[in-house]
């Protein structure tokens, strides 16, 4: 099956700072999304990106399907981004394949 | 937007007895929905995908006589862990089909 890796596994921030969180899927996929698990484990969906780029406020996100990554990036980082932040490809099954996920902890 | 809605949230069970698991779809009809499980810090893997009126295909290695899935109508989808143990204590979430829309999540801790 399709493997999907995120990478930083965990990431520490000041408030107030960028960062950029990366997926790598090794197949070719008909949808890709952005997910932030709260601590409380509720899945929210970010981005439905399976190509170009997105923005959202403080969040935007590239994906390059041709090359087979996908980017996110949080600008001006806040202590409410804090959680798990997880990528998760349809290869066309319409189930969700997730990756490993980048635990984010944003510090005041 | 779509609203999957899941319950209970938090459920602890004795060892040896079964748990039921409600995942609805509030203002759409879902034919098809899926199950996931989430082990303490990793990540979400699918067990299994639940199809309106037809039996659940499940995952290589899901026990599908453990986790019993029925989809009985448009709307409702229920996993039953049947003998709970100490080792299904895990986090599950169900999604439907349409865009990715996940419920709120079920942490089962069984003792």
């Known amino acids: 099956g399709i493997q999907v890796e995120q990478s930083p596994p965990d990431l520490i921030l000041q408030e107030g700072a960028n960062s950029t969180l990366r997926c790598n899927f090794s197949?070719?996929?008909?949808?890709l999304q952005w997910f932030h698990q709260n601590p409380w484990g509720q899945l929210i969906n970010l981005f439905y990106?399976?190509?170009g780029t997105k923005q959202n406020g403080r969040l935007s996100a590239t994906t390059v399907a041709t090359e087979r990554y996908s980017l996110l990036y949080i600008s001006s980082s806040q202590t409410t981004d804090s959680g798990v932040y997880f990528c998760?490809?349809?290869?066309?099954?319409?189930?969700?394949?997730f990756g490993s996920g980048t635990r984010l902890q944003v510090q005041p | 937007g779509a609203v999957v809605s899941q319950h209970p949230s938090r459920v602890i069970c004795k060892s040896g007895t079964s748990v039921k698991i409600e995942c609805r779809s509030l203002?759409?009809?879902?034919?098809?929905m899926f199950w996931y499980r989430q082990f303490p810090k990793q990540s979400l893997m699918l067990m299994a995908t639940?199809?309106?009126?037809?039996?659940?295909?499940?995952e290589q290695g899901v026990e599908k006589d453990k986790f019993l899935i029925n989809h009985a109508s448009l709307t409702l989808s229920t996993l039953t862990v049947t003998s709970a143990h100490p080792e299904d204590s895990s986090f599950y979430i169900c999604?439907?089909?349409?865009?990715?829309?996940f419920g709120s999540g079920t942490r089962l801790t069984v003792v």
């Open positions: 639940s199809n309106e009126g037809s039996k659940a295909t499940y």
């Open positions: 197949d070719s996929v008909n949808n």
């Open positions: 998760a490809v349809d290869t066309g099954r319409r189930a969700l394949t």
């Open positions: 203002d759409f009809q879902a034919t098809t």
């Open positions: 990106i399976p190509s």
């Open positions: 999604s439907a089909s349409l865009g990715g829309t």
